[in-house]
Nanobody, 127 residues
Framework: QVQLVESGGGLVQAGGSLSLSCAAS????????MGWFRQASGKEREFVAA????????RYANSVRGRFTISRDNAKNTAYLQMGSLKPEDTAVYYC????????????????????WGQGTQVTVSS
């Protein structure tokens, strides 16, 4: 049974930092890409960042590039999203997702391209 469990969300002031984790089980974590998406109230789910299975390449949304960093620890089956210089517009439910394409060099950005999702964790940035 595949499980993705996010943690680390919370309330932070603008300009602050927050780190999210996504613990995965039931899948070949070390051989698949992982992504982070977010969904603000009343808006569609949007791409934030994704990282190749090998950890040596990543993609970012323009809105977070330079402020957020995605990483992974394949030995711990965990993906991370380090968020800095947070803005009120970063407020959303953040989801991690798994792309089951085996050892693909493609880093996907569309929600429909991911196979499994976590339950989400709320991030609220106050002004």
């Amino acid at each position: 049974q595949v499980q993705l469990v996010e943690s680390g969300g919370g309330l932070v002031q603008a300009g602050g930092s927050l780190s999210l984790s996504c613990a995965a089980s039931g899948l070949a974590f070390g051989s698949i890409a992982m992504g982070w998406f977010r969904q603000a109230s009343g808006k569609e789910r949007e791409f934030v960042a994704a990282i190749r299975w090998s950890g040596d390449s990543a993609r970012y949304a323009n809105s977070v590039r330079g402020r957020f960093t995605i990483s992974r620890d394949n030995a711990k089956n965990t993906a991370y999203l380090q968020m800095g210089s947070l803005k009120p517009e970063d407020t959303a439910v953040y989801y991690c997702a798994a792309d089951l394409s085996y050892r693909s060099y493609s880093i996907k950005t569309g929600p429909d391209e991911y196979d499994y999702w976590g339950q989400g964790t709320q991030v609220t940035v106050s002004s």
